[in-house]
């Protein structure tokens, strides 16, 4: 067996700075956390090659003296507890003494700083761990950490990383939140000697959230404020029916640390489950404030998820605050009553069935049905186990009519077709949209009026990552400044009134890992999916003037009783199944 011995400092910090250093943006956040528990209110961050290069952290904190800059960069070594029970009641970001002496070790890496006592300030250099110099500089009261040159001791690490771009749209992100989370703290950055983002001190988090997201994001919210005992939610939430196709818009904070709490998240999508369709997530900048020893900041190795003592205490206030806010926008647009007065319960009118109208029919009568659908011979169709009544050779379909507004009924010789028109079409769609991308023949309309598109930084990093790949597809989109495009044309198969949506709903995806940004193939697959779920909506959403038709052109694509989904396009009820439920002989 090997010899056991005690690993040198110099190793055991690179392996810390593993659990600490995922990416450059860790980095980014590490130090902006220290300069907001050091009480700054002016922080500059700056970056350069996505971070590879050089990363830059200035604030006007307390600042340090000789010994403590030392200190700082020895591990475990914190001002923020001196025993286990100050883990309970914490009130800054960093606790454990990792972060610098991790940083330090995998970098080269400058500390400059000063309190406010001292008339000088103090320089350390450190490079990949091992201690260069210490001495006297001049600089102004605050804190200026300067890493340049990441996992240069580690080369292994660097093949990890992604592109420049999407690395710079992670530390902006990193930027952004804290910013939300401060809004009366100043906040500069600045990526490849650009600058990204200024905000001055803001007097409220709407201000900070319409500079960092736009107008367009900030009419969506509306905001948010309730107490119960020690818990506390304020913030912005999302209006009734503005939702997004992944969590990337739903942004939490537990005692204003940012978090991705599954308690919090879980939450908010029961209270939206009647104001937002199915598949969508909400908008949301929710801050939730408790009791600091109600709540464990230390179960993650970066603290991004945070467990609470009594989960279903919080899930439960969250619920009922989120609840009760979106009741009282309900009743603010509420009809008024008569003469102005309160707005009266709504109370459904009772009609004679004689009274009713007769909805048109999209679907023509039976009796007027232009002709009979047969299934395709052997060999015409294509080759799937069909039910009885679409085998080839089982006689004609006839069109009977529309049930709940979404199903055809057919009658055959076998017995009854229901057919699910939506995911019909969808298969339509998939096979037709299948041959033009194979093909690169997408047909494209131009928009005249462009779609304005403002993202945010990682958003943004994934558009211009897949601009060729889009524009090959018929999506044509410019940049229009920093994380701002416009989309300027749409392929043929798409209302331009769906393209934003669609457009975002796609990055969404790419950014949860399911359109495959990077392979080519995957990202295919997911948007030829997607385009034909698309597609396949709004055809079902027309008028159809020929349902036997339908049916035909499904019958002519390459599996046509499954949707792109794997749903059942159709469902058959034989004779003897009908005869069984009605007790025949």
Known sequence: ???????????????????????????????????????????????REGGRALMRVEDNGSGMGRDDALLSLERHATSKIAQAADLDRLTSFGFRGEALPSIASIARFT????????????????????????????????????????????????????????????????????????????????QDQRVVFRSPECDSLAERVGEIFGPGFLEALVPIGARAADLEVSGLIGRPGQGRASRHDLITFVNRRPVDSRTLNSALAEAYQGALPKGRYPLAVLFFQCDPAAVDVNVHPAKR??????????????????????????????????????????????????????????FPAAEES?????????????????????????????????????????????????????????????????????????????????????????????????????????????????????????????????????????????????????NSELARASLLRMAAIQAGRASARADEADPLGLVAELFRTQTPLTSPAGRPTLVEISRSELARRFQKP
């Open 1 to 47: 067996m090997p010899q056991i011995r005690i690993l040198p400092d110099r190793v055991a910090n690179q392996i810390a700075a593993g659990e600490v250093v995922e990416r450059p943006a860790a980095v980014v956040k590490e130090l902006v956390e220290n300069a907001l528990d050091a009480g700054a209110t002016r922080i500059e961050v700056e970056s």
């Open 370 to 518: 232009p002709g009979e659908f047969r299934a395709p011979a052997p060999g015409a169709g294509p080759a799937v186990a069909a039910p009885a009544a679409p085998a080839a050779g089982a006689g004609p379909w006839r069109w009977l009519g529309l049930a709940l507004g979404a199903y055809g009924i057919f009658e055959t010789p076998a017995g009854l077709v229901l057919l699910d028109r939506r995911a019909a079409h969808e298969r339509i769609w998939f096979d037709r949209l299948e041959a033009q991308f194979r093909q690169g023949a997408v047909p494209s309309q131009r928009l005249l009026l462009p779609i304005a598109l403002e993202l945010d930084p990682i958003a943004s990093a994934l558009l211009l990552d897949q601009e060729r790949f889009l524009a090959e597809r018929g999506f044509v989109v410019g940049a229009f400044g920093r994380n701002f495009f416009r989309l300027e044309a749409v392929p043929g198969w798409m209302e331009p009134g769906d393209a934003e949506p669609f457009v975002r709903d796609l990055l969404a995806s790419a950014r949860a890992g399911r359109a495959g940004a990077g």
């Open 111 to 190: 500390l400059q700083t000063r309190p406010p006592a001292a008339d000088a300030g103090t320089e350390v250099l450190v490079n990949g761990g091992k201690l260069v110099h210490v001495r006297d500089c001049g600089r102004p009261v605050g804190t200026s950490i300067l890493v340049e040159h990441l996992f240069q001791p580690v080369p292994a690490r660097r093949k990890f990383l992604k592109s420049d771009a999407t690395e710079a749209a992670h530390i902006a992100q990193a930027v952004r939140l804290y910013a939300l989370a401060f809004p009366r703290v100043a906040f500069t950055l600045v």
């Open 305 to 362: 998820e945070v467990r609470f003592r009594n989960e279903p205490a919080v899930r439960s206030f969250v619920i009922a605050s989120v609840l009760g806010r979106l009741r009282e926008l309900g009743a603010a647009a509420a009809p008024a009553g008569p003469l102005g007065s309160e707005a009266a319960p709504f109370e459904a009118p009772r009609l004679r069935e004689s009274a009713l109208p007769r909805a048109a029919s999209p």
